[in-house]
């Protein structure tokens, strides 16, 4: 069964650039699935950040566009998610997730175990 | 953006307890409406797509009704493992997803 973990950096400065990697095991990146970022600030809801097709195709989110950039890396099996000129306010447990696409439903369906950023000097 | 709403925000409720969350869209969704669970220092967890389609492994307990901008998640009779948060999350075509604000159930 497909398993996604995330790993990067657990601190970053404020005006950095959060950069964080998602690998998939237990299946391709390249089968037909997006693949997806999603944050949750301490205490609050979740906001979905972006989507990757193994093509390269992506779609963010209108609120967060002009700071995303996410990549595939298909030789290694995974992708990746950068996020620049970070505050505080991006400070969040940031999953990564594939996105099932079925009769043009999508669903989040693993997650990763998430991985806390704070955003601190 | 399509704007999601659930009711209530937090409940108290016994085991064995048949509970029902609404979820409410700003905009017709059609049934790109799904529901997850997540407990504390936990990723979500997938329950229920495409409005009412069961996802495998899940107990038959959950279920999920609704079409257009209201939708439902039950569990049928409460168990212990699922005092959690609930959150739905529309899929319909245009980006972003977004998700509701979660509701909370816990043990009364």
């Known amino acids: 069964q497909v398993q996604l973990q995330e790993s990067g950096p657990g601190l970053v400065k404020p005006s950095g650039t959060l950069s964080l990697t998602c690998a998939v095991s237990?299946?391709?990146?390249?089968?037909?699935?997006?693949w997806s970022w999603v944050r949750q600030p301490p205490g609050k809801g979740l906001e979905w950040i972006g989507e990757?097709?193994?093509?390269?195709?992506?779609n963010y989110n209108p609120s967060l566009k002009s700071r995303v950039t996410i990549s595939v890396d298909k030789s290694k099996n995974q992708f990746s998610l950068k996020l620049s000129s970070v505050t505080a306010a991006d400070t969040a447990v940031y999953y990564c997730a594939r996105e099932v696409v079925a009769a043009t439903r999508n669903w989040f369906d693993p997650w990763g175990q998430g991985t806390l950023v704070t955003v601190s000097s | 953006d399509i704007q999601m709403t659930q009711s209530p925000s937090s409940l108290s409720a016994s085991v064995g307890d048949r509970v029902t969350i609404t979820c409410r869209a700003s905009q017709s969704i059609s049934s790109y409406l799904n529901w997850y669970q997540q407990k504390p220092g936990k990723a979500p967890k997938l329950l229920i797509y495409?409005?009412?389609s069961l996802q495998s492994g899940v107990p038959s307990r959950f279920s999920g009704s609704g079409s257009g901008t209201d939708f439902t998640l039950t569990i049928s009779s409460l168990q212990p493992e699922d005092f959690a948060t609930y959150y739905c999350?529309?899929?319909?075509?245009?980006?972003?997803?977004?998700f509701g604000p979660g509701t909370k159930v816990d043990i009364k």
């Open positions: 495409a409005a009412s």
């Open positions: 999350q529309q899929s319909y075509s245009t980006r972003p997803f977004t």
């Open positions: 237990g299946g391709s990146i390249s089968s037909s699935n997006w």
């Open positions: 990757i097709y193994h093509s390269g195709s992506t």
